[in-house]
């Protein structure tokens, strides 16, 4: 069950246009993220209007030959399916990220965890290979979970806390020579992720 945080109380929700405390991190020379916790004011009240008006579905995925369900919720928007980004919020933060970024994100990831249980696989976002340096944006609403990236193929990982309201972009070679996950862990309560994309092949939410 999810449980409201007594320091993000505020019902109207927000964001840092500014981006006044966004750091970056390089990971190596030619991979960085961005990263900003409390981004958003008022994730909580967003988290609980995302949670009840999404239209959340449970993909399946084939995995080793066999269809499994996937370990988490999904419900994708794309600019092109004639359906309003909503709450406007939302819409508003597609275009300042894309104006911060230099793109365009013509679709929006929502994700929902609902426990420690779900979860997702070391993984690359499926992005138009004519893309070099795709940037991918991260929005998290909810209980906080470990992201953790690591060099493409294995090597040492770090992590990052995401949730409450946390920004974090990911650009240069991020998407091609790094992975990412959200491991299973014993205990967590429901977390929401944005991810706005572009050039997302739409295979990748197929199923």
Same mark, same amino acid.
């Given at each position: 069950?999810?449980?409201?945080?007594?320091?993000?109380?505020?019902?109207? %929700? !927000? +964001? $840092?246009?500014?981006?006044?405390?966004?750091? &970056?991190?390089?990971? #190596? *020379?030619?991979? =960085?993220?961005?990263?900003?916790?409390?981004?958003?004011?008022?994730?909580?009240?967003?988290?609980?209007?995302?949670?009840?008006?999404?239209?959340?579905?449970?993909?399946?995925?084939?995995?080793?030959?066999?269809?499994?369900?996937?370990?988490?919720?999904?419900?994708?928007?794309?600019?092109?399916?004639?359906?309003?980004?909503?709450?406007?919020?939302?819409?508003?933060?597609?275009?300042?990220?894309?104006?911060?970024?230099? %793109? !365009? +994100? $013509?679709?929006?990831?929502?994700?929902?965890? &609902?426990?420690?249980? #779900? *979860?997702?696989? =070391?993984?690359?976002?499926?992005?138009?290979?004519?893309?070099?340096?795709?940037?991918?944006?991260?929005?998290?609403?909810?209980?906080?979970?470990?992201?953790?990236?690591?060099?493409?193929?294995?090597?040492?990982?770090?992590?990052?806390?995401?949730?409450?309201?946390?920004?974090?972009?990911?650009?240069?070679?991020?998407?091609?020579?790094?992975?990412?996950?959200?491991?299973?862990?014993?205990?967590?309560?429901?977390?929401?992720?944005?991810?706005?994309?572009?050039?997302?092949?739409?295979?990748?939410?197929?199923?």
């Amino acid at each position: 069950m999810f449980q409201p945080s007594l320091f993000d109380s505020s019902p109207t %929700v !927000t +964001f $840092d246009d500014r981006y006044a405390h966004c750091t &970056r991190t390089w990971l #190596d *020379a030619r991979s =960085w993220v961005d990263f900003q916790p409390d981004w958003v004011t008022g994730s909580d009240a967003l988290f609980e209007q995302l949670e009840k008006d999404r239209p959340w579905k449970q993909r399946s995925r084939v995995v080793w030959g066999e269809e499994r369900l996937e370990p988490r919720l999904t419900a994708p928007w794309f600019l092109d399916s004639g359906e309003a980004l909503t709450p406007p919020v939302i819409e508003a933060m597609r275009v300042s990220l894309g104006k911060r970024c230099g %793109v !365009t +994100f $013509d679709s929006v990831g929502f994700n929902l965890y &609902r426990d420690g249980n #779900d *979860a997702v696989a =070391w993984h690359r976002d499926f992005i138009d290979k004519a893309i070099v340096d795709p940037v991918v944006v991260l929005v998290s609403l909810g209980e906080p979970r470990k992201l953790q990236v690591r060099p493409h193929g294995g090597g040492p990982s770090r992590s990052f806390s995401l949730g409450r309201g946390a920004l974090l972009i990911t650009g240069g070679r991020f998407q091609r020579e790094w992975e990412h996950a959200v491991l299973r862990v014993a205990e967590a309560g429901p977390r929401i992720s944005l991810a706005f994309r572009h050039g997302l092949d739409r295979r990748a939410y197929s199923g």
